[in-house]
């Protein structure tokens, strides 16, 4: 009896260590993986805040939209930076403070499963187009070329537009919408001033798609959904920042 007793004692006792170290091992996890994410979203949201800060308004293309339907998340601007120079690079502007457009930089999210890469490439400006005017890009994120030198991954675990995340705590089955882990939008105010806040895709440049022009604001909205490592109990941190653009 004394020994039988022991045995369920010791049983115990062991299933009570192992439940500690399962719980510490995903705290461990979670943990890692929080600090992970935590240190790439921190690096990207710093350069798209300056990239989106340094560009012209009247320059910002959101994808997809609805003349480009079928292209992958993401956007596109000018920029005059040059990231050959030290310490990131310097601004380029003229003796009157205008700055020099030299490329179009892009932010485009790359399929790879469940998650895909947000990506930084950029595309020089032809010697025509150095003509200090901002204007939009006719270039799309689709088209970018394969071994591009500028191209930077700044988040890996992108959400893909329309994916099922079935293991999450809170919310099974969770689903993304058609734009996935990256998302720029333009902040609108109906009716004015002090009107309701509305999103938009369409840039408040194009006044012909746009019904008030009155309405619009030179705020941008920038979404990021970034799925945790951890595949036993994922988590997506949703994570929503605002821009004002200086030209």
Known sequence: MELAVYCFLAILAGLALYTL?????????????SYLVSVDTETAIRWIRRDLQETALVSIRTYPNADAPGEPPGCSFLSGRDLSEKDE???????????????????TLVKGGRTGQLVRWEKALDAAQRDYVPRQTDVKPSAIPAGTKSMRVMIKDALEPSVTVDMLADSPGWKTNEFGGFRLQFVRRTGGEGGAEVLSSINPSDHDKVP?????????EVELKVLTSDTSRPSVYDIKFRVHPRY
């Open 21 to 33: 170290y399962t719980v510490g091992m995903r705290a461990r996890q979670a943990t890692i993986s």
């Open 89 to 107: 690079g310097k601004l380029n502007v003229s003796t009157y403070g205008a700055p020099q457009w030299t490329k179009y930089v892009f932010y």
């Open 212 to 220: 008030d022009t009155a309405d619009n604001t030179s705020l941008l």
